[in-house]
């Protein structure tokens, strides 16, 4: 998917938001624990009550992975499905990947040959030659950790160099040289709050991936007054705060109103923007 697609997506839908599907076997609802690939349904149930409050998807591998291959089973039949049944959202691979440079080839092979995915979360601290593998896709996304969500975000991102640079500001700086706001995003963190500004004056035109609000507890107004360009340039994901807002049989109807309660936040953000 291309900016230019991306951004008439979420101008004609009046929404940025992105479903995260971290879909846990010991979370989702107990009607379906007896049925041949209950992640997959509880998937497809998901995505077809939210796809119309939402222009992405980002199943996060970890969820996937640590059930072997039932869970790469059921992630290959979510990103099949949504590629047959709703092609203009944008599926995110979550893994957070990255290696030495042959080792990323395979990386990109895997997701961008493999399942043709869209976009796909990268770790950047091996350097150029551990991301620019990621890049050589057309129309593909690498999405590049700068300023996460976590506690955990202090030990390094925020330390400073001796010119005064912070680690995640360094990040963006350099690998500006590596990617365009074509094909490259970074990751910050919804709990980030007026860190934002900061970001904006290194990165006015790339998208940012925004983790963090529901159940992290990240502010969606905070970011958009500090984060929004006039192409939006937001994608806000949320995955507990929607996805297990019900762990009973109306768990798609309640992660649908849950879904809609942030698409309207985000209506009247867009709304802000001139477009
Ligand atoms: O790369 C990510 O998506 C990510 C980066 C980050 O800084 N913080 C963060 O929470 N995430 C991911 O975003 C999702 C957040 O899930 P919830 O907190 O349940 O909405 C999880 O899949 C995290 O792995």
């Known amino acids: 998917m291309t900016r230019q697609q991306l951004i008439e997506h979420i101008f004609t839908k009046k929404t940025f938001l992105c479903v995260g599907l971290d879909t846990d076997i010991k979370k989702i609802p107990q009607h379906l624990l007896g049925n041949d690939d209950p992640i997959f349904d509880f998937n497809k149930a998901i995505i077809d009550a939210t796809a119309k409050y939402c222009i992405a998807y980002k199943p996060n591998l970890a969820f996937y992975e640590c059930m072997g291959t039932k869970g790469l089973s059921a992630f290959e039949r979510t990103v099949e499905y949504l590629k047959e049944t709703y092609p203009d959202h944008l599926i995110i691979a ?3 990947r990255g290696d030495i440079g042959n080792t990323s080839a395979m990386y990109a092979r895997t997701f961008f040959d493999g399942y043709d995915i869209d976009a796909l979360t990268v770790a950047p601290y091996m350097g150029e030659d551990s991301v620019t593998p990621f890049l050589e896709y057309e129309n593909k996304w690498v999405i590049l950790l700068a300023l996460t969500s976590n506690k955990g975000s202090h030990d390094f991102q925020l330390t400073t160099d001796q010119d005064g640079e912070r680690l995640f500001e360094k990040v963006i700086r350099k690998s500006q040289a590596w990617g365009t706001p074509d094909n490259m995003m970074y990751v910050v963190g919804a709990t980030q ?17 925004v983790p963090g609000v529901g159940a992290q507890g990240g502010s969606l107004q905070e970011v958009c007054k ?7 340039g937001l994608i806000v994901n949320s995955s507990r705060g929607i996805i297990y807002a019900s762990g009973d049989t109306d768990f798609a109807q309640v992660a649908a109103i849950k879904a809609m309660e942030l698409q309207r ?4 953000e867009l709304d802000k923007v001139n477009k």
Do not use: N, S, V, W
Not at 226 to 232: H, L, P, Q, S, V
Not at 265 to 268: L, R
């Open 94 to 96: 979550d893994a957070k």
């Open 193 to 209: 709050g007026k860190m934002f500004q900061d970001i904006r004056m290194l990165a006015p035109d790339h998208f940012l991936l």
């Open 226 to 232: 500090y984060g929004m360009t006039d192409d939006c």
């Open 265 to 268: 936040e985000m209506a009247t």
